[in-house]
């Protein structure tokens, strides 16, 4: 699974072609987003995930999906203003893609065939969901907006955290640091 991932053609927000492997040798934190949804504050914490990590080698990789709650309604470029305007999002962001169910895009029918499971409190999260009369996805699907997956710099996937997992989540920061020391 290593080099696979990265050579999966993805298009940045902008409609160029690009790929994880643009990122080789680097730690990638993956992480499917909404900007209408309760967790989109996370936005917030990704950025400064992204400065504070960026010169050591992390980046942080921002997949909008309209795929809970119809959370990421907007286009492209209607993504990629919210995220400049209301956060100051500096991280890559790619084009809005589909990240469960038949129809997901291959880069998350990877990520998730590599890491079934994710960390951090999802069966809370699924009860919540549940609360709210709707229907949680079951593992390995990914759960909501903002699961984060962490690839390492050969491109293999070494963690998911669930999506309440912040971005200054202890247990997320050791993964991320460990990964980078590596």
């Not at 160029?16 to 909404?34: P, Q, W």
């Not at 038949?102 to 990877?110: C, G, N, Q, V």
Request: glycine content about 10%.
């Amino acid at each position: 699974m290593t080099t696979d991932i990265q050579h999966i053609p993805l298009k940045t927000i902008n409609g160029a072609d690009a790929s994880l492997g643009d990122y080789a040798g680097k730690v990638v934190l993956a992480v499917n987003v909404a900007s209408k949804c309760g967790l989109t504050p996370q936005y917030e914490g990704l950025e400064k995930l992204y400065s504070d990590y960026k010169d050591k080698g992390l980046v942080v990789a921002g997949f909008p999906a309209n795929d809970f709650g119809a959370q990421e309604p907007g286009s492209n470029d209607e993504i990629a203003t919210f995220c400049t305007t209301n956060f100051g999002v500096d991280f890559p962001m790619f084009e809005k893609i589909v990240v469960t169910g038949p129809d997901k895009h291959p880069l998350y029918a990877a990520l998730t065939g590599a890491m079934p499971s994710a960390q951090g409190d999802g069966d809370a999260f699924r009860e919540q969901l549940k609360g709210y009369g709707m229907t949680p996805t079951q593992e390995p699907e990914v759960l909501w907006n903002f699961e984060k997956f962490l690839i390492a710099k050969d491109g293999s996937v070494a963690a998911r955290f669930a999506p309440a997992t912040t971005p200054d989540d202890p247990a997320l920061m050791a993964a991320i640091e460990a990964e980078l020391a590596k």
